[in-house]
Structure formats: C-alpha cells, structure tokens
C-alpha cells in the first residue's frame, strides 16, 4: 500500500504541469482558429461581392449551382475543422488523465478502507479485557491491592445486553473465545459491571455484581462469598 501511495502521489505531483502544457496548447489552437476564421469570413464576404458584380456585369453565371469559392476559401475551412478536432481531442486527453487520477484514489481508499476495517476486526478479536489501575488478571495492581475504582465495563457490544438478559447471575450460554480469560463464579468472560475481591489470596478475584448480588459499587473493602467465609472462620476460632 505504501508503494501505491508512493507511485500514486508522484504521478499527482506531476499532474498539473502536464495539464497545463496541454491548456496552453489549447489556447495556442484556439487563436491560430480565430484567425483563420476571421481571414475566412473576410475571403468569403469579398468572394461573395466579387460574384455579384460578376453577375450585374454579366460576366458570371447566374446559376446558383455553378458558383463556388474559391480553392484558398475552402482550404482555410479545411483547416479550421482540423484544429477544431485538436482541440477536441487535446481536452478529452486532459479529462481522461484527471478521471484516472480519481478513479486510482478511489481505488485506494477503498483498499484504506478495507484494511482499516479488518485492522478493527482483529483488534476487537484479540483485545484482553480491560482491568482498571493497572491490574492483570489477578486484580493486583504493582502498587499493592489499593483500588479507587472497583468497576469496570465490558467493552464488547453485548455487554448491556448479557447483563440485562442475567440480572440473577445464573450462568450464561456465550460463545467464549478460548483464549480469552474467564471470570467470577459463573466461569464467564468479563461483561457488565464487575466488582474485585479485596482478599489477596482470592482465587477468582473478579465478580459480576449480579452474581454476588450487587447493585451497585460496593464502599470500603468487599470479599466474596468464599473469601468472606473464610474469614468468619477465622474470626471463630
């Protein structure tokens, strides 16, 4: 694509300067018909009166059929219609280049287009999920476990619609891209609202808030069900 880039804006730049040689040559033309037109009009008139003399006179035919111009005359209309046609094919040559310079941008940004959409494509396909604060999977950010936003939004184009459609948390029957990491204790990908375990040995870490019951962000430190448990177990003892 580069290379046509390359080719495409080095025939561009050199487009005006071949436009304008064929213009002027146009213009030339267009004076040398004038002139000849003009020299034409003035030979045929002074023909004409030259004829009508002829016939007063009586030295002339009056026979319409008989009376022609004159070799020079008709030459000089010969003439005028060859550099009429000149002009005619100067400025379709000039159309012609222009049309191809528009119809191989077309053709670019079409092939652009293209392969700007597949780029999308494969971009939305491979993109992990997004963690907020810098956290990986494990919810960890380098810092420490220190979460100021314990949300996040799925980023794929059904998210509201999963979330609407499994406001209980039962598991959903998704199509799941297997390199894609799973979540939560319905082992589904990210999607919706989701909430961070703030145990640091929690193995799962990140839950959808229909299936811990939440409906909205959680305030102060939350744990799940099992981490939860477990410490009311160890409070026990």
Known sequence: MSFFIDEFQADLEALPNILQKKYALMRDLDKSLQEIVRQNEQRCEQEIEDIKRGVRAGNS?????????SDEALDEQKHSIRIADEKVALAIQAYDLVDSHIQQLDQYLKKSGEELRR??????ATAPPQIPDGT????RSESGRGRKNRTRLATAAASSAATAANPTGMELDLPVDPNEPTYCLCNQVSYGEMVACDNPDCKIEWFHFGCVGLKERPKGKWYCPDCAALRNRRKGR
């Open 61 to 69: 035919t009056p026979d319409t059929s008989l009376i022609r111009f």
């Open 119 to 124: 780029e999308r494509e494969n971009t939305a």
């Open 136 to 139: 990986t999977k494990s919810g």
